[in-house]
C-alpha cells in the first residue's frame, strides 16, 4: 500500500493513500473520484483503515494519516486536546494541497473531525463519524490502568472491550499489532483529551452532509451515544452495523465500505 511521509509543524507525518506515488517532496495525484481522509482513533494509526483505503482506492482517491506520535509519524507524545488534533488535520490538509473532501473518523478521529465540520465547513464534501460521541464515557479506573502500564508498573494491557462478541481472534488480533505501534504515553494523552472533549456545542454548527455509523455491540460509545450525535446533527443519517463494536470499520469492513460508498455517491 502506497505510503508518504509530509512535515507539518515540524512533524514528519506518515499517511497511506491511494493512487500512484510520486517523488519524496511531491505529493501524490489525488485526483480520482471523490478524495476521502480518514482519521484512526485513540492510540490508534492509519493501519487500521487498511481495509478502507483499499476499497476506495479502486473508484476514488484516500489519505489516512498517523497523528503525530502515532504508528509512523515523529515525536513520543500526542496532542493535548482534540481541538489540536483538528488544527493539525486542517494543515496537514493545507501541506497536501487536498480538494475538498470526505471526512471520515473514528471515536476520537470522530470528535476531531465534527469539530473541523464545525469551524472549517468550506474543507469537506461530507462528514463520517463511526463510534463517535458528543462526551466519551472515559472511566477513571480505566484510566488508572492505563497510566500504571505508563509508569511500567503494568504490561500493555490488551482487551476485548472494543470488539463484538461475534468478532474473530485474527481481527482482534491485528487490533492488537496495530496498538502496540503507538507508545502507551500517547494512548494516555489521547485519552485525557477525549475526557476533555464535550461537543454539545458544536452539533448545531454542522451543516456538512453527515452519516453517524455505530456498532450494535459498541460497549465504549453505545448505539444511545449515535442516536444522540444523529438528533443534534441537522439531517444527519444513522446506520447501525450488526456483529459489530467499538472497531466495527475493522469487524463489518465490507459492510462499513458500503455505507460510506452509498453515502458518497449520493452527495452533491
Known amino acids: 500500500m502506497p505510503a508518504k511521509y509530509v512535515t507539518v509543524d515540524g512533524t514528519a507525518v506518515h499517511y497511506l493513500h491511494s493512487g500512484p506515488t510520486t517523488l519524496p517532496d511531491v505529493p501524490p495525484a489525488l485526483d480520482r473520484g471523490r478524495l476521502f481522509v480518514l ?5 490508534s494509526n492509519a493501519g487500521m483503515w487498511r481495509r478502507q483505503v483499499e476499497a476506495a482506492a479502486v473508484d476514488d482517491s484516500v489519505v489516512a494519516l498517523d497523528l503525530p506520535g502515532h504508528g509512523r509519524s515523529s515525536g513520543v507524545e500526542g496532542l493535548p486536546t482534540l481541538d489540536a488534533c483538528a488544527e493539525f488535520v486542517v494543515r496537514f490538509a493545507a501541506a497536501l494541497r487536498l480538494r475538498r473532501f470526505v471526512l471520515v473518523g473514528r471515536s476520537m478521529g470522530a470528535a476531531i ?3 473541523i465540520a464545525a469551524r472549517r465547513p468550506e474543507l ?7 463510534g463517535g460521541a458528543v462526551r466519551f464515557p472515559i472511566r477513571d479506573e480505566n484510566l488508572a490502568v492505563l497510566r500504571d502500564v505508563v509508569r511500567g508498573r503494568l504490561p500493555q494491557q490488551f482487551s476485548t472491550e472494543t470488539f463484538s462478541p461475534a468478532t474473530g481472534m485474527d481481527l482482534m ?3 492488537w499489532t496495530e496498538q502496540v ?5 500517547v494512548r494516555l494523552t ?3 483529551a477525549c475526557q476533555g472533549f464535550d461537543g454539545r456545542e458544536l452539533l ?3 451543516r456538512t452532509p453527515t452519516l453517524v455509523v455505530a456498532g450494535a455491540d459498541d460497549q465504549v460509545t453505545p448505539v444511545a451515544l449515535a442516536e444522540e450525535l444523529a438528533r443534534g446533527i441537522r439531517e444527519a443519517r444513522l446506520e447501525v452495523i450488526p456483529a459489530a463494536g467499538h472497531q466495527a470499520p475493522l469487524e463489518q469492513a465490507d459492510r462499513f465500505n458500503r455505507l460510506v460508498a452509498v453515502f458518497a455517491a449520493a452527495l452533491p
Open 39 to 43: 482519521v484512526h482513533a485513540a492510540g
Open 113 to 115: 473531525a465534527m469539530t
Open 124 to 130: 469537506l464534501q461530507g462528514l463520517v463519524l463511526a
Open 173 to 175: 488480533r491485528e487490533a
Open 181 to 185: 505501534k503507538t507508545d502507551p504515553r
Open 190 to 192: 489521547d485519552l485525557l
Open 204 to 206: 448545531g454548527r454542522i
